[in-house]
């Protein structure tokens, strides 16, 4: 029972989907001072080679995969280059995210369709190829990027909130499924953090309400989600497992 | 607790002063020598002299500046005699975890009066006293820091096998809450720690005593890591608690208990 917390993450491989901006990037950048090797799988190629040049500043082995998580035969394939470039994959942060704010009563359905296939389906078959490969080595670690939403109600982004919602039972699930492995199903719920998807609420009346909601009085940056990140990535949590953290600065308990 | 944007000594916690009740066996001594190995000088208040004397000298061996004070938390003038000593001796406090805790097995048709007051007055009460002890302290120097309410999954559950411990560790957790949104101004954050089942003294009657083994065979079979967690498994919670690392956290729980809440 003496042995020291550790949150070192050297030698070990991660992969982080949306990882070229916002929370996801704060992590990586987390992932990558911790001492692993990180792979950012996103889409905008441009963000993709600024967010690899941050990574390799810390001297870490690092690689970017454009990907659209929506295209499900890229899933695949994705996963195997960033083995085949950085070792077998010890953890997957499922953050890529997508917002739409339609409304239930207007919105096409394929707004929703897109959302759920981005933020929920995507996160399931990846968790799901990732497991299968930490399966016969016996550890790994899964952190789904929740939301305030997962638990409140959003009178806008419905689908976001449903998608957000379900993948906090996903980690659940996968957690009991998995926990015999060795492998520990997180999920960590940023509250509002400072990011391109924030940045146009700042316009909007609501965000006045979000601050005035928020204990901190402010966002939070990308940076701060590292720590929880690292946390549930490393050894120190290897009894943590099916739980949701919440990273908000009180806004969720207020 | 301060605007370090890098993760690098994320999890230090050098320089800080910390103050764990009940820190002398079981999980608090756990969180104790976590606490001492990033960093922190550590103080125990406990009630049994030979076990902190053991605890002190484990704490000493991983070089830290250390304190331990025989304290009954039920005995408030003693807590707050204690509380004045702990910043005397090892300097203001930046870090309170509230452990200290003990439960009675008995049902609410059976438990007296004294018991229940017994159970609340160290679980919660002294809990708060040393909130408001410590957030005083820690509000007047500017600097920030954290507390951290250690209280259990049965603070999210109903049981009829030791209920008054449950209405306690729930009452804690909104404690946590409360102090977070009055404390956030003041870059204080206050979170729970909650554990499942782990290999203490306080789970003997579960793990051992042949009259709970149907409620032992359910447990195991109910955490899908399939075991008790290992008191040092709690290290890390701990220390990410404490540390920079949780910063844009407070008011929230963290439950470390082998999955058994989500089965």
Same mark, same amino acid.
């Given at each position: 029972m003496s042995a020291p917390a550790t949150f070192d993450l050297s030698g070990r491989v991660a992969a982080v989907t949306g990882g070229n901006g916002g929370i996801g990037l704060g992590i990586a950048r987390g992932f990558a001072e911790a001492g692993a090797a990180v792979a950012i799988l996103a889409r905008n190629e441009a963000k993709n080679r600024a967010a690899l040049a941050q990574l390799n500043a810390f001297g870490a082995r690092a690689l970017a995969v454009r990907l659209d998580v929506t295209d499900r035969a890229a899933l695949a394939p994705a996963l195997a280059e960033v083995e085949r470039a950085l070792g077998p994959l010890e953890i997957l942060v499922n953050n890529a995210g997508l917002a739409r704010a339609v409304g239930a009563t207007r919105g096409e359905l394929e707004d929703w369709d897109r959302v759920l296939e981005t933020n929920l389906n995507a996160a399931f078959i990846l968790a799901r190829l990732a497991a299968r490969a930490m399966l016969p080595r016996r550890r790994g670690k899964i952190i789904n990027i929740g939301s305030e939403y997962s638990l409140f109600g959003n009178p806008l982004a419905h689908s976001y909130a449903a998608s957000k919602g379900a993948l906090i039972q996903l980690t659940k699930s996968l957690a009991v499924e998995l926990a015999p492995h060795n492998i520990q199903v997180n999920a960590l719920v940023p509250g509002w953090i400072e990011s391109d998807m924030t940045a %146009?609420?700042?316009?909007? %009346?609501f965000y006045q309400e979000v601050l005035r909601r928020t204990p901190a009085g402010r966002l939070g940056t990308p940076a701060e989600c590292a720590g929880a990140a690292i946390f549930l990535a490393s %050894? !120190? !949590?290897?009894?943590?497992?099916?739980a949701t953290l919440f990273v908000d600065g009180g806004y969720s308990i207020k | 607790m301060d605007s370090d944007s890098s993760t690098r000594n994320l999890f230090d916690l050098s320089g800080r002063v910390a103050l764990v009740t009940g820190g002398n066996r079981g999980l608090g001594r756990a969180l104790a020598l976590a606490l001492a190995e990033a960093g922190a000088a550590v103080a125990i208040l406990a009630r049994d002299e030979a076990k902190n004397r053991e605890t002190l000298a484990l704490l000493q061996a991983r070089g830290a500046r250390a304190l331990a004070r025989k304290t009954d938390l039920a005995d408030r003038p003693q807590v707050a005699a204690a509380f004045a000593a702990v910043e005397r001796e090892l300097g203001p406090l930046d870090i309170l975890v509230n452990n200290a805790g003990f439960a009675i097995l008995k049902g609410v048709l059976d438990q007296t009066d004294e018991e229940w007051d017994q159970v609340l007055e160290t679980n919660l009460t002294a809990a708060f006293r040393l909130a408001r002890m410590a957030a005083r302290s820690m509000a007047a120097r500017g600097r920030g820091g954290k507390i951290i309410n250690v209280s259990s999954i049965a603070g999210n559950f109903g049981t009829p096998i030791f209920p008054s411990y449950a209405v306690a560790k729930g009452g804690l957790q909104q404690l946590t809450r409360c102090l977070a949104l009055e404390l956030a101004p003041h870059h204080i954050q206050v979170n729970s720690l909650l554990p499942g089942w782990f290999t203490t003294d306080m789970t003997d009657w579960i793990r051992n005593w042949p009259e709970y083994a149907e409620a032992l065979k359910e447990m195991i079979q109910r955490t899908p890591r399939g075991r008790f967690g290992d008191p040092g498994e709690l290290a890390g919670a701990a220390v990410f608690l404490a540390s920079r690392a949780s910063d844009h956290m407070t008011g929230a729980d963290l439950v470390i208990d082998g999955g058994f809440s989500v089965r």
């Open positions: %146009p609420m700042k316009s909007r %009346p %050894p !120190a !949590a290897d009894f943590v497992t099916g | -």
